[in-house]
Structures are given as structure tokens and as C-alpha cells.
């Protein structure tokens, strides 16, 4: 998917809502757990009724792997059913990958040509060379890490590098590498204040904000400082809404609280 | 598996080598290839071949994934025959992981439960919060990127943060996280007199080192600076010994590789 065609469905749904797909089998209604694939199950009951409320899904690949190879297989239909059904919709895989050149060409394999997601999570410790072969894959999106939502952002991420903080010579660094159109970023939430130096060093790129609401940050806030003229922003949100409730009503649920972000978006972007 | 155990082990086969299990499809001995599981079958016979040159073993989850469902199942084969034969055979899941607290522990689960490996590589890039949640298992170890042996290396990792480069500074913060003594470090060959300011920082732990030989690493040279009165090293080579031959005698050919690797080390170790 081109990051025109991003924009033009984020303009048509009145929505740039991600959803997180982080399915853990201690929080899915009880009676999926009798279905063959409860995993998919919750998945599929997920994106039926949420899919005109949002422009992106986001499963995170620690929660299929917790569960093996069954795991994996409800990643595989996951995806293919999001292929098949919304091929309009950007599909992210939230894996927050990184290796040596020749190992990153085979991870960016498994996630833009075999499971044909839109775009990957990346770390950016290794630097270029471990970042550039998720960018040589044409109308692909590489989103790296830049300032995280959690605690441990302080820990590096935040430290004076020279006369700047990490982050933030990721983030110029990152510029210059080859294919760096196809980069997009993660940027927490919970700093909405930091979004106006980050859009002075990348005014244009797309940026994945998860941490609003369940961690504390204000949808308002990250708009002002963070939106651009192409909206370039996706909101994620994941618990707040798959699991609103965890009765057999939890697909309505989570199309209530997803349909609340999307009429808070829709009067952002008037 | 215990640090001591290791160690022991270190001792009993006079080698601290580590053998790389990165299976690419298209660079193993074409007769595998009517096999069932090519990968696995490749893995065995290198298994068979070197388990008594070798201490530990470390498939790259990447050249996995890369093969889907396939592939996963292949890597759950390789950890349950080195489990079952090889009990005394440390094991790395060659992961990069990393993500906040609760899906961190995901990931945790994935590799030291439910695929029982003893350790995993992780990246710092998120902090405390993302590396601890795999350090609260007991007796399985979290082998964490400090500087690596690629040239992306010095993008960020040789940066200056206050008085000291960022991997130094990631060592430093990382000694003061909870269960710390789980903690081994990655670090790169092709710098080997960075590990006498390593070793002032972290003296006691393990370190796993990659790119001694096709990266240009020197034996000699990483031991010396490196090498503690626990030895704590390991010293991991994967293209050199697997990819030695790809004729009907690669596993002969693999051998013949790390046992010159461990010939060597039996000298350094008298």
C-alpha cells in the first residue's frame, strides 16, 4: 500500500484509529476458547465490527508466538483474512525486528512477502545496515522505533547524544538512509509535548502513536503538536478497545469504544 | 542451565564455541532438499557432527520465521532433539526481542517455556522495563545487545552519552536492573580492544561473541581482552563451520571447521 492511498482512506473513514491485535487467551470471552482457533476467532469477530471504524490493524507477533506454531497459524489467517476481506486497510506487524543485513533481509521477507503485511515494527540500535533491507521492499513501511511509550524510554532514548537526545539522532540519522521515504516512526503518546521538535526533524513521516488513553496520553494533545497536512498520524489503541468487555457483547464493545475514538478524529480532522 | 553448569561444561570439552544454526534454503546441499523438513534434517546432521566440539548452539530466529509455519515447526524440532539429546548443551534463541513489560513477558514465555530454550538475545532500545520481564526466569539467561559486530554498530551504539559511549552506558544501567545476574551481553569480535573497557564494567558476566572469522574477529585478540577467570565467553561462528561444504559432506566439513576452532581454544584455555 502507498502512503496515498493511507491518506485517501484516512480521509474517507474520518479515522486514522490503529487497533492492536494483542490476543491473550486469559482475556478473550470464555466461549471462544471451545472455537478451533479461539486466537482467529477473536480476531475475525474483532475486525467485523470494527473495520469501518479504522484505517489499520496491528497485531503484535509476541502474543503468537507465546503460542507456537498455533500461535503463528492464527497470525497467518489473521492476515490473510485481512487481505482478502480489507485490502484497503493497513496491516501492521508489531515485531520491533533488527539484525545484521543479510538476517534482517530474511525477517523483512517473512513479514512483507510471505505473511504480506504493509509494514513491520523496527529497532533501530543495530543502525542502518540493519534497518535498510526493510527499506529496499517497494510500497512497504518500515516503522521504527523512535520514543516509546514505556518507563524504560528514559533509560537511552531520552540521553543527551551530542547536543541532542538519542531519539532524536535516531531520527536524523535515520534520514539519510537509502529508501528513507519508506520509514514511518512510533512515537509514545505520553510525551504529546515531544511531537513538535519530532515534527521539526520529520515533518512529513508518518508516525504510530500507541499509549493513548490506557497510558495516559490525550488524543487532542498529540493531534495539535503531531499531525501534518497529509493527517500523518495513526492512533493505536489495543486493550482499551478488543477488550471492553470480555462477554459474549465484545465485539459490540469494541466497536462502541472504537467508534468514540473515531467521532473524536472526525471532529479533529473538520 | 546454570552459569556454573556452564562453565563446567566450558571445561569438560575444552571449547567455548557456539555454532550458528542459520539455515538458508538456498545455500544447504541440494539432496536435503527432498528431505520433509530440509532444516531440520540440515540442523541434525550438524548436530550429530560437532555436539562434542561445540557448548552451545544458536539458531537465528529469523532464517525461522523466513519459512512461515515450516520454519517454526523446524526450529521446535531442532530445541526438542538438542534438549533431548544434548541436555548439557546451552541453547540460544537468536531473537533480538524486545517490547514493554507485559508483552515482553510473551516473549519470555515463548522461548524459555514453551520452546525451553536456556536464553535469548534481546535489544536495549526500550530500557528496564522491556528486558526485566525476561530476566525474572530463573536459570534462563537474557543475552542483550551491547555492541555489535555490524557497521550499523557505530551509528548509535559508539555515540557519546555524557562521559561514555551509549553501549557502555547500556551496560552500566543495565548491572542496576532486577535479577541482573541473568544478564549475558552481545558483543562483537571485530572490536576486540573495546573488551578490556567491557570487561571494567561488567567483569563477571558471559559475553556472546559473534564475528570471529568471516567478520574479520581475531581468537587471540577477543580472548585476551575478554576472557574472565569464569572464561565467560562465548564465541559464536555459524556461516564458517555450517555453510564449510554444500556437498554430501557438509556435516564432515562442519566438524573439520569447529574443530579447528576448538583446537584453539584448548590452547588458550591451558
Same mark, same amino acid.
Given at each position: 500500500?502507498?502512503?496515498?492511498? &493511507?491518506?485517501?482512506?484516512?480521509?474517507?473513514?474520518?479515522?486514522?484509529? %490503529? *487497533?492492536?491485535?494483542?490476543?491473550? &487467551?486469559?482475556? *478473550?470471552?470464555?466461549?471462544? /476458547?471451545?472455537e478451533e482457533d479461539p486466537i =482467529?476467532?477473536?480476531?475475525?469477530?474483532?475486525?467485523?465490527?470494527?473495520?469501518?471504524? %479504522?484505517?489499520? +490493524?496491528?497485531?503484535?507477533?509476541?502474543?503468537?508466538?507465546?503460542?507456537?506454531?498455533?500461535? #503463528?497459524?492464527?497470525?497467518?489467517?489473521?492476515?490473510? !483474512?485481512?487481505?482478502?476481506?480489507?485490502?484497503?486497510?493497513?496491516?501492521?506487524?508489531?515485531?520491533?525486528?533488527?539484525?545484521?543485513?543479510?538476517?534482517?533481509?530474511? !525477517?523483512?521477507?517473512?513479514?512483507?512477502?510471505?505473511?504480506?503485511?504493509?509494514?513491520?515494527?523496527?529497532?533501530?540500535?543495530?543502525? $542502518?545496515?540493519?534497518?535498510?533491507? =526493510?527499506?529496499?521492499?517497494?510500497?512497504?513501511?518500515?516503522?521504527?522505533?523512535?520514543?516509546?511509550?514505556?518507563?524504560?524510554?528514559?533509560?537511552?532514548?531520552?540521553?543527551?547524544?551530542?547536543?541532542?537526545?538519542? !531519539?532524536?539522532?535516531? /531520527?536524523?540519522?535515520?534520514?539519510? #538512509? @537509502?529508501?528513507?521515504?519508506n520509514l514511518m516512526y512510533v512515537?509514545?503518546?505520553? $510525551?504529546?509535548?515531544?511531537?513538535?521538535?519530532?515534527?521539526?526533524?520529520?515533518?512529513?513521516?508518518?508516525? /504510530?502513536?500507541?499509549?493513548?488513553?490506557?497510558?495516559?496520553?490525550?488524543? @487532542?494533545?498529540? %493531534?495539535? +503538536?503531531?499531525?501534518?497536512?497529509?493527517?500523518?498520524?495513526?492512533?493505536?489503541?489495543?486493550?482499551? *478497545? *478488543?477488550?471492553?468487555?470480555?462477554?459474549?457483547? =465484545?465485539?459490540?464493545?469494541?466497536?462502541?469504544?472504537?467508534?468514540?475514538?473515531?467521532?473524536?478524529?472526525?471532529?479533529?480532522?473538520?
Open positions: 500500500m502507498t502512503t496515498q492511498q &493511507l491518506v485517501s482512506e484516512i480521509k474517507k473513514k474520518k479515522s486514522f484509529l %490503529c *487497533i492492536g491485535l494483542d490476543v491473550d &487467551l486469559n482475556k *478473550i470471552p470464555k466461549h471462544l /476458547l471451545k =482467529f476467532a477473536f480476531n475475525k469477530a474483532i475486525i467485523d465490527a470494527t473495520h469501518h471504524l %479504522c484505517v489499520a +490493524y496491528k497485531p503484535n507477533t509476541a502474543f503468537y508466538e507465546a503460542y507456537g506454531i498455533k500461535g #503463528w497459524k492464527a497470525l497467518e489467517k489473521t492476515i490473510e !483474512y485481512l487481505n482478502k476481506n480489507h485490502p484497503n486497510i493497513f496491516t501492521i506487524a508489531d515485531a520491533k525486528r533488527g539484525d545484521i543485513g543479510n538476517t534482517s533481509t530474511m !525477517y523483512a521477507k517473512a513479514f512483507f512477502e510471505d505473511l504480506a503485511f504493509d509494514s513491520v515494527t523496527v529497532a533501530p540500535y543495530m543502525g $542502518k545496515d540493519s534497518v535498510e533491507p =526493510f527499506l529496499a521492499f517497494k510500497d512497504k513501511h518500515t516503522i521504527m522505533l523512535a520514543l516509546t511509550s514505556n518507563t524504560g524510554a528514559f533509560d537511552f532514548q531520552t540521553k543527551e547524544v551530542g547536543n541532542q537526545e538519542l !531519539y532524536k539522532h535516531v /531520527l536524523e540519522t535515520s534520514k539519510g #538512509w @537509502q529508501n528513507s521515504e512515537v509514545g503518546a505520553t $510525551k504529546a509535548e515531544y511531537l513538535a521538535d519530532i515534527r521539526a526533524i520529520i515533518p512529513d513521516s508518518f508516525l /504510530l502513536v500507541p499509549g493513548v488513553g490506557a497510558q495516559g496520553g490525550n488524543l @487532542q494533545d498529540v %493531534c495539535k +503538536y503531531g499531525m501534518n497536512d497529509q493527517i500523518g498520524l495513526l492512533i493505536n489503541s489495543s486493550r482499551g *478497545i *478488543i477488550y471492553a468487555s470480555n462477554h459474549e457483547d =465484545f465485539a459490540e464493545k469494541a466497536a462502541t469504544q472504537a467508534e468514540s475514538l473515531q467521532k473524536q478524529m472526525e471532529i479533529i480532522l473538520q
